[in-house]
């Protein structure tokens, strides 16, 4: 485990470094799969369907705060459904137009969450979201997963319907458009998966936050669980056909998921809680205090068994030139040279000795 919290530790340092670079990466890639999803699931415009336009659009949002990705979403898909019907294309419009008053009025800065929700229904792994928002949001996060479930069944229904919508006409356009809002709004397999995400967001959120040892470890295995109990009920009751390996796989995805986040979130040493209490004037407070759990990194040290000294190389015929090939006294003093005197031989052994001391007193960095 340390070597996680270790990797952890890096990651949050990388993203520290350049998080806004890495912000609209995020935000490029997000707008860029919104946009591509919903081209290919209900691309009936084919000039709005290009993957040219997708990136474009991805591009010109990736400038732009991220609720301004859920309005180009939200054009695109108005756009795709002129192309199948003005009937559909009516009421789509009126069931947008009341999403956006609940959003906006309980959760205008939940964006992210109506963007994920939808993709995580292609991906079939919906059932990270009621986890996630139980995990690390608030209960406001609800009317986002749930208009993101909503547009997701919109958008199934058109796709399987769009081949038998034919006529024109003012009774044309009215029976389209009470069919289409019956067909999506009485489908009971969205009412179950509507039901199982609050169950299963309210069970996270209550034991996530609750003061037991472990618990957000307890908050993902119990949410997982209740979310699949009532899924299962929900088929049994009202005939629903959920794919149950969709709901395996779901499942495992929750726990992983719940995981990670524990990891980033909430990393806690619970073996060194500390039960406090203490009063004032009018309460007693009883207070249980759990510490982070932090990792420190380990740092590498080098250490230099032989290290390379520097060498003064000394030209042996300069330094005889130099002295004159002369004797060398005790005392360090240069005699003079008689004229006509010869350099003696003993006198050349002197001056050899004298140079290999330097030599060995700068390799050996000695002093006198």
């Known amino acids: 485990m340390d070597s996680i919290y270790v990797l952890r530790g890096r990651l949050e340092e990388l993203y520290a470094r350049n998080s806004k670079v890495y912000?609209?990466?995020?935000?490029?890639?997000?707008?860029?799969?919104?946009?591509?999803?919903?081209?290919?699931?209900?691309?009936?415009?084919?000039?709005?369907?290009?993957?040219?336009?997708s990136l474009g659009l991805a591009v010109i949002c990736t400038f732009l705060p991220l609720s301004v990705t859920v309005v180009?979403?939200?054009?695109?898909?108005?756009?795709?459904?002129?192309?199948?019907?003005?009937?559909?294309?009516?009421?789509?419009?009126?069931?947008?137009?009341?999403?956006?008053?609940?959003?906006?009025?309980?959760?205008?800065?939940?964006?992210?969450?109506?963007?994920?929700?939808?993709?995580?229904?292609?991906?079939k792994i919906p059932y990270v979201i009621p986890?996630?928002?139980?995990?690390?949001?608030?209960?406001?996060?609800?009317?986002?997963?749930?208009?993101?479930?909503?547009?997701?069944?919109?958008?199934?229904?058109?796709?399987?319907?769009?081949?038998?919508?034919?006529?024109?006409?003012?009774?044309?356009?009215?029976?389209?458009?009470?069919?289409?809002v019956s067909k999506v709004f009485q489908n009971k397999e969205l009412w179950v998966i509507i039901a199982a995400f609050v169950i299963c967001f309210f069970v996270v959120f209550?034991?996530?936050?609750?003061?037991?040892?472990?618990?957000?470890?307890?908050?993902?295995?119990i949410g997982t669980i209740v979310n699949m109990i009532v899924i299962v009920a929900g088929n049994m009751a009202l005939g629903v056909h959920t794919s149950y390996g969709m709901l395996i796989?779901?499942?495992?995805?929750?726990?992983?998921?719940?995981?990670?986040?524990?990891?980033?979130?909430?990393?806690?040493?619970?073996?060194?809680?500390?039960?406090?209490?203490?009063?004032d004037d009018e309460y007693y407070y009883y207070v249980k205090a759990v510490p982070k759990l932090s990792v420190a990194r380990p740092e590498k040290t080098v250490k230099r068994i032989n290290e390379r000294q520097e060498t003064e190389i000394i030209d042996t015929e300069s330094v005889r030139k130099n002295s004159g090939a002369r004797g060398i006294r005790k005392d360090g003093k240069r005699p003079?040279?008689?004229?006509?005197?010869?350099?003696?031989?003993?006198?050349?052994?002197?001056?050899?000795?004298?140079?290999?001391?330097?030599?060995?007193?700068?390799?050996?960095?000695?002093?006198?």
């Not at 919104?34 to 993957?51: E, L, Q, Y």
């Not at 990670?260 to 619970?270: C, G, Q």
């Not at 010869?342 to 050349?348: G, P, R, T, W, Y």
Request: glycine share 6%; charged share 15%.
């Open 131 to 180: 986890m996630i928002c139980g995990l690390v949001a608030a209960p406001g996060s609800l009317v986002a997963v749930i208009c993101g479930t909503i547009v997701f069944y919109m958008m199934e229904y058109v796709k399987k319907a769009a081949a038998n919508v034919e006529g024109s006409g003012v009774k044309t356009m009215l029976s389209q458009s009470t069919d289409y």
């Open 23 to 53: 912000d609209k990466i995020l935000q490029f890639i997000l707008a860029a799969a919104t946009f591509m999803v919903i081209n290919r699931n209900i691309g009936f415009m084919k000039a709005a369907a290009s993957p040219v336009v």
């Open 72 to 123: 180009m979403a939200t054009a695109l898909v108005l756009a795709h459904m002129y192309s199948v019907s003005l009937g559909i294309l009516a009421m789509t419009a009126v069931l947008f137009l009341i999403m956006y008053i609940f959003y906006l009025r309980l959760a205008p800065k939940k964006a992210l969450i109506v963007l994920l929700t939808p993709l995580a229904f292609f991906l």
């Open 206 to 221: 209550a034991f996530r936050r609750a003061s037991m040892d472990h618990a957000w470890e307890i908050a993902i295995v």
């Open 249 to 279: 796989g779901g499942s495992v995805a929750c726990i992983v998921t719940g995981l990670i986040l524990e990891i980033f979130f909430f990393s806690v040493d619970y073996s060194r809680s500390e039960n406090l209490q203490f009063e």
């Open 336 to 368: 003079v040279p008689r004229k006509g005197q010869s350099v003696k031989k003993h006198d050349m052994r002197e001056v050899d000795k004298m140079l290999l001391t330097q030599s060995l007193r700068k390799d050996l960095d000695l002093r006198n």
